[in-house]
């Protein structure tokens, strides 16, 4: 499983903004299910940000899921494991990631993510 699991794995990046940003394009398949493996957050070289991760609903509602996650100017922030077989979010058919910091002209996410069918 975990070989299957690893040849799967995919990475999406997306600049975000002081509002709520959608990470993927389009929102997960109805038929899949998107696990969210990894949360990979660099600072963006002028000050200390916190950024809030959202899930945003099948009615277009964001419900936060990490608030306040504190990402140093010079530093980068991960959310997660090196082990896809535990992810730390999962989206539902639907559903998509989203996330936004607080101050400053945005930051980029990357998220590792793995898909699988229903």
Same mark, same amino acid.
């Given at each position: =499983? ?32 998107? *696990? ?16 809030d ?8 509602? *964001?419900?936060?899921?990490?608030? =306040? ?43 590792v *993510? ?5």
């Amino acid at each position: =499983m975990r070989r299957e699991i690893l040849e799967k794995l995919k990475v999406v990046s997306k600049h975000i903004t002081t509002s709520e940003t959608d990470v993927f394009d389009s929102n997960v398949p109805e038929s899949k299910f998107r *696990y969210i493996v990894k949360i990979i957050l660099p600072g963006d070289q002028v000050a200390d940000r916190t950024v809030d991760i959202f899930k945003k609903e099948e009615d277009g509602t *964001y419900t936060k899921k990490f608030a =306040m996650i504190p990402v140093a100017s010079a530093d980068i922030t991960e959310l997660g494991s090196d082990n896809p077989e535990h992810p730390i979010l999962v989206l539902e058919g639907g559903t998509n990631l989203a996330a936004k910091v607080n101050a400053g002209t945005g930051i980029t996410l990357s998220a590792v *993510y793995w898909d699988d069918e229903i």
